[in-house]
C-alpha cells in the first residue's frame, strides 16, 4: 500500500514563507513524477508545480517566480517552497505521484492536504 504524507503548512503573513513536504512510503518500484496541487475555498483544484523524475519543473503561471518545487529521489519526497506568499495563495494544497508499483503498472496517488493560509 503506497501513501503519501503531506507537512509543512501553516499560517503566514503575506511576503512570507513556507516550506511544503509529501514523503511516500509503501512498496512501489519508482516515483515517475510528482505534481502540487491546491484547492481554495469554491474554486477547482488546480495544478501549482509539477516535477518529472527526469524534466524541467513546470510552474502555474501565478507562482512562477515565487515557488520552487524539488525532489529527493533518495528519500522519495517532494518540496514546495513558496516565498512571496499571498492571501490568493490560501488554500489547501495537495501532492499527487504517478507512481510506479509494478513493471507496467502506473498509478496515481494523493495526500491528505495540507492547509496553507495567508493573512495578516
Known amino acids: 500500500q503506497v501513501q503519501l504524507v503531506e507537512s509543512g503548512g501553516g499560517v503566514v503573513q503575506p511576503g512570507g514563507s513556507l516550506r511544503l513536504s509529501c514523503a511516500a512510503s509503501?512498496?512501489?518500484?519508482?516515483?515517475?513524477?510528482w505534481g502540487w496541487y491546491r484547492q481554495a475555498p469554491g474554486k477547482q483544484r488546480e495544478l501549482v508545480a509539477g516535477?518529472?523524475?527526469?524534466?524541467?519543473?513546470v510552474y502555474a503561471d501565478s507562482v512562477k517566480g515565487r515557488f520552487t518545487i524539488s525532489r529527493d529521489n533518495a528519500k522519495n519526497t517532494v518540496y514546495l517552497q513558496m516565498n512571496s506568499l499571498k492571501p490568493e495563495d490560501t488554500a489547501v494544497y495537495y501532492c499527487?505521484?504517478?507512481?510506479?508499483?509494478?513493471?507496467?503498472?502506473?498509478?496515481?496517488?494523493w495526500g491528505q492536504g495540507t492547509q496553507v493560509t495567508v493573512s495578516s
Open positions: 509503501g512498496s512501489f518500484f519508482r516515483i515517475q513524477a
Open positions: 499527487d505521484a504517478n507512481i510506479l508499483t509494478g513493471v507496467s503498472d502506473e498509478s496515481a496517488y
Open positions: 516535477i518529472a523524475r527526469t524534466g524541467r519543473p
